[in-house]
């Protein structure tokens, strides 16, 4: 009997063969993409603070900072740590507020043109240009040449190796 009455005589199991070979090679595709991992999802919460970096909260991160919080001006604060170190606020920024209402404005147009709301470029843009940044216990500073200096990240030791930005 040839291999291919085998198959025709027991449709059943032929199935079953076909949709487990199927079912690995699928598994195998998805596991080439992803290299074994999740895939990663956007983030939806950022860290907050309320006390120039000292402590900070997770909240949405569609929140346009500055904005109120327990009767506290919140703005963002973005944390790292370096290798298995403690993590530590690197820097902090928020919005003009003519920065805040064009970004509240470019949102509520892609809300009632039922589109995308605004996109990474245009918020990169307004952020060098209508946003602030400091270092803890620093000044805000608004000069886009200058913000560059501000967000540069290092370790507290000066090494930039093991740098990685926290997650809420």
């Given at each position: 009997?040839?291999?291919?009455?085998?198959?025709?005589?027991?449709?059943?199991?032929?199935?079953?063969?076909?949709?487990?070979?199927?079912?690995?090679?699928?598994?195998?595709?998805?596991?080439?993409?992803?290299?074994?991992?999740?895939?990663?999802?956007?983030?939806?919460?950022?860290?907050?603070?309320?006390?120039?970096?000292?402590?900070?909260?997770?909240?949405?991160?569609?929140k346009i900072p500055?904005?109120?919080?327990d009767g506290k001006?919140?703005?963002?604060?973005?944390?790292?740590?370096?290798?298995?170190?403690?993590?530590?606020?690197?820097?902090?920024?928020?919005?003009?507020?003519?920065?805040?209402?064009?970004?509240?404005?470019?949102?509520?147009?892609?809300?009632?043109?039922?589109?995308?709301?605004?996109?990474?470029?245009?918020?990169?843009?307004?952020?060098?240009?209508?946003?602030?940044?400091?270092?803890?216990?620093?000044?805000?500073?608004?000069?886009?040449?200058?913000?560059?200096?501000?967000?540069?990240?290092?370790?507290?030791?000066?090494?930039?190796?093991?740098?990685?930005?926290?997650?809420?």
């Amino acid at each position: 009997m040839s291999f291919r009455q085998a198959l025709n005589s027991r449709p059943i199991l032929t199935t079953v063969v076909v949709v487990a070979v199927s079912a690995a090679a699928l598994l195998v595709a998805v596991m080439t993409v992803f290299g074994g991992r999740a895939p990663e999802q956007a983030a939806t919460m950022a860290f907050f603070t309320v006390d120039d970096g000292q402590s900070w909260f997770a909240d949405d991160i569609n929140k346009i900072p500055p904005f109120e919080k327990d009767g506290k001006e919140a703005v963002r604060v973005y944390v790292f740590r370096c290798g298995s170190g403690r993590p530590f606020a690197a820097y902090l920024q928020r919005y003009t507020p003519e920065g805040k209402k064009a970004i509240e404005e470019a949102r509520r147009k892609a809300e009632a043109e039922n589109s995308s709301p605004p996109d990474l470029i245009f918020m990169t843009r307004l952020a060098k240009t209508a946003g602030e940044v400091k270092k803890p216990g620093g000044n805000w500073v608004r000069d886009p040449a200058a913000q560059s200096q501000v967000t540069r990240v290092t370790c507290p030791d000066g090494a930039s190796s093991g740098l990685e930005l926290v997650s809420p």
